[in-house]
T-cell receptor, first 109, second 113 residues
Framework: RKEVEQDPGPFNVPEGATVAFNCTYS??????FFWYRQDCRKEPKLLMSVYSSGNEDGRFTAQLNRASQYISLLIRDSKLSDSATYLC??????????FGKGTRLHILP | EPEVTQTPSHQVTQMGQEVILRCVPISNHLYFYWYRQILGQKVEFLVSFYNNEISEKSEIFDDQFSVERPDGSNFTLKIRSTKLEDSAMYFCARGGDRGVEAFFGQGTRLTVV
């Protein structure tokens, strides 16, 4: 089983819609969780950290379910500029930050 | 402004040659990482570097690779005897204040011909 798994997509979503991604991780010792965003041929950029209590940043909501070992990202009122690849990222105790393969999102006008 | 500055932005090298990729942080940090991303594939962890020592490395990071921080500032990744399959984007990242997240430079695109 891969350490971090994501649905590669693409998700084609009309502008203004709500879209959700899930990600599962295999190592129960994982400590920290993040969502990154990567635009085509650019570096990954930290979007938000993910906490057990759930956290929200504007239109973005992230949640962590440790029991089921998955994290989620919800984007409300999607914008054209949200089109990107969303990377699920997990940090184990030993400072090894592991990236998922990413989920591609296309927002359609 | 990027978290770290990477040079060169693009390097073309012949198979078998050695390349050195450079990373310069904006300010002093203790955690650094090197990642690579082959075109169309996932971001792959290579090595983490804490307080001037390797703290973790992946199975990809074999004897062909080495990292150094020669002057306490610049952070380099050396790839010896490059192969065609080393062609990729190489990202340097610095650790966050909590040491758990990573902030990336803009990458060096390495093309081995």
């Amino acid at each position: 089983r891969k350490e971090v798994e994501q649905d590669p997509g693409p998700f084609n979503v009309p502008e203004g819609a709500t879209v959700a991604f899930n990600c599962t991780y295999s190592n129960s010792a994982s400590q920290s969780f993040f969502w990154y965003r990567q635009d085509c041929r650019k570096e990954p950029k930290l979007l938000m950290s993910v906490y057990s209590s759930g956290n929200e940043d504007g239109r973005f909501t992230a949640q962590l379910n440790r029991a089921s070992q998955y994290i989620s990202l919800l984007i409300r009122d999607s914008k054209l500029s949200d089109s990107a690849t969303y990377l699920c990222v997990v940090n184990r105790r030993d400072d090894k930050i592991i990236f998922g393969k990413g989920t591609r999102l296309h927002i359609l006008p | 402004e990027p978290e770290v500055t990477q040079t060169p932005s693009h390097q073309v090298t012949q198979m078998g040659q050695e390349v050195i990729l450079r990373c310069v942080p904006i300010s002093n940090h203790l955690y650094f990482y090197w990642y690579r991303q082959i075109l169309g594939q996932k971001v792959e962890f290579l090595v983490s570097f804490y307080n001037n020592e390797i703290s973790e490395k992946s199975e990809i990071f074999d004897d062909q690779f080495s990292v150094e921080r020669p002057d306490g500032s610049n952070f380099t990744l050396k790839i010896r005897s490059t192969k065609l399959e080393d062609s990729a984007m190489y990202f340097c990242a610095r650790g966050g204040d909590r040491g758990v997240e990573a902030f990336f430079g803009q990458g060096t695109r390495l093309t081995v011909v």
